[in-house]
């Protein structure tokens, strides 16, 4: 039993966390469709909720994304696959990227899991478990067109193609493939590596005459038509972050976060602030510091060069982030707005994730993705879906 089991809680989630974190599930949905409509009607345009969805939250942004009419999901682990199982249903297509590890092969059939096959090792081994135990399911190959990451080669490729009994036993849906950046169109890399890959699957497509293709990450969709092949797999771009950097970004933000103000305090005379003496507050400064820091996913790198807003006013980051607390200079901001329950906007309307990332010298995915679970999540809900037809 629990300490808070023996009595009923006085007070509300949200008014005790340090931190709130709004998620705007309409916008997500949206972000989808705008996504959506840049392929062709035949593009089976996915979403990738690994990582809790961002961060955002598994459950709610899945659910969010089915009713808007997305029937595949990516995630990265076998775990990420079996809890996002039955929040989508026995009948979504949900893809494990990273494969299956020796010895899980059972578990992915089971629950009808798409493996991602990037080895010979992976392929043999999902080709012993297939033909043992007679099971015809799904499965992607992956190969690697230039990342070095994941994926097979050109010769493990070949050899694979060249073996009668390579592929023996799988039913792959499709070939997949990786873009290095995506992000910069003008980058021969991408010309280069849709070259190679529609190069390997018109190859792969002699043994596998239905085999479709997979190339397009959230900025691969933006590189145009060449690059949409049959299924897309857009992450970041569905949770606000720009898939095309240096231009507008055609997302709609879905992320609000605000920290609550601890103390204000004025500076009576010129004095560093926080770990480190790294800032020196000057006399007569007016210093707010909030409940949250990096163990809240607020990046240490954010120190002395961030800020944040109170309303329209800019508040500069003043001195390092700590663990649970961060400073902010607000001395420019009246003193009105600064009472009790005062929060300061870290992600907002005026700040975007891509904007604290460059801050923080980092990208917008992470910024996401260190999300910490001591916010309290609050969930704007999107419109409901369309009624289903009855059957005459």
């Given at each position: 039993m629990s300490a808070t089991d023996s009595f009923r809680l006085a007070s509300r989630p949200e008014d005790r966390a340090g931190a709130l974190l709004t998620v705007d599930l309409a916008a997500l949905a949206e972000n989808w469709r705008i996504l959506k409509a840049r392929v062709a009607?035949?593009?089976?345009?996915?979403?990738?909720?690994?990582?809790?969805?961002?961060?955002?939250?598994?459950?709610?942004?899945?659910?969010?994304?089915k009713d808007a009419g997305c029937t595949t999901f990516y995630v990265a682990h076998l775990d990420e696959g079996l809890a996002l199982r039955p929040i989508v249903g026995p009948h979504v297509r949900v893809v494990v990227m990273h494969g299956p590890n020796p010895g899980t092969e059972r578990d992915f059939a089971a629950q009808r899991l798409v493996p991602v096959l990037s080895t010979p090792a992976q392929i043999k081994a999902w080709r012993n478990f297939a033909q043992a135990n007679d099971v015809l399911m799904e499965s992607l190959i992956q190969v690697d067109t230039g990342m070095n990451r994941l994926g097979l080669t050109a010769a493990?490729?070949?050899?694979?193609?060249?073996?009668?009994?390579?592929?023996?036993?799988?039913?792959?849906?499709?070939?997949?493939?990786?873009?290095?950046?995506?992000?910069?169109?003008?980058?021969?890399?991408?010309?280069?590596?849709r070259e190679r890959f529609v190069s390997l699957l018109s190859t792969f497509r002699l043994k596998f005459g239905d085999a479709k293709g997979s190339i397009a990450n959230s900025s691969g969709i933006f590189l145009g038509p060449g690059f949409h092949a049959d299924f897309a797999r857009p992450g970041a771009a569905l949770y606000g972050v720009n898939p095309t950097p240096g231009q507008p970004n055609p997302m709609i933000p879905v992320v609000r976060l605000q920290a609550?103000?601890?103390?204000?305090?004025?500076?009576?005379?010129?004095?560093?602030?926080?770990?480190g003496a790294t800032f020196l507050a000057p006399d007569g400064a007016k210093l707010a510091?909030?409940?949250?820091?990096?163990?809240?996913?607020?990046?240490?790198?954010?120190?002395?060069?961030?800020?944040?807003?109170?309303?329209?006013?800019?508040?500069?980051?003043?001195?390092?982030?700590?663990?649970?607390?961060?400073?902010?200079?607000?001395?420019?901001?009246?003193d009105s707005s600064l009472g009790p329950g005062a929060m300061i906007d870290i992600i907002?309307?005026?700040?975007?994730?891509?904007?604290?990332a460059r801050e923080a010298g980092t990208v917008g995915y992470e910024v996401l993705t260190a999300l910490g679970p001591r916010y309290h999540r609050r969930y704007?809900?999107?419109?409901?879906?369309?009624?289903?037809?009855?059957?005459?």
């Open positions: 009607p035949a593009c089976d345009m996915g979403a990738v909720v690994k990582a809790d969805a961002y961060g955002l939250g598994l459950a709610p942004v899945a659910r969010t994304l493990e490729f070949a050899a694979l193609m060249n073996d009668p009994d390579g592929f023996a036993g799988l039913t792959p849906l499709a070939l997949m493939t990786h873009l290095v950046w995506a992000e910069a169109p003008t980058e021969a890399i991408n010309r280069q590596q609550k103000i601890l103390q204000v305090r004025r500076v009576d005379a010129a004095s560093p602030v926080g770990y510091t909030v409940s949250m820091g990096y163990a809240d996913g607020l990046m240490r790198s954010w120190s002395g060069r961030g800020h944040a807003h109170m309303d329209d006013i800019r508040v500069a980051v003043a001195g390092r982030v700590s663990m649970d607390m961060t400073t902010f200079d607000v001395t420019n901001v009246p907002g309307t005026r700040q975007s994730v891509d904007d604290l704007l809900p999107a419109p409901a879906p369309p009624p289903q037809k009855m059957r005459s």
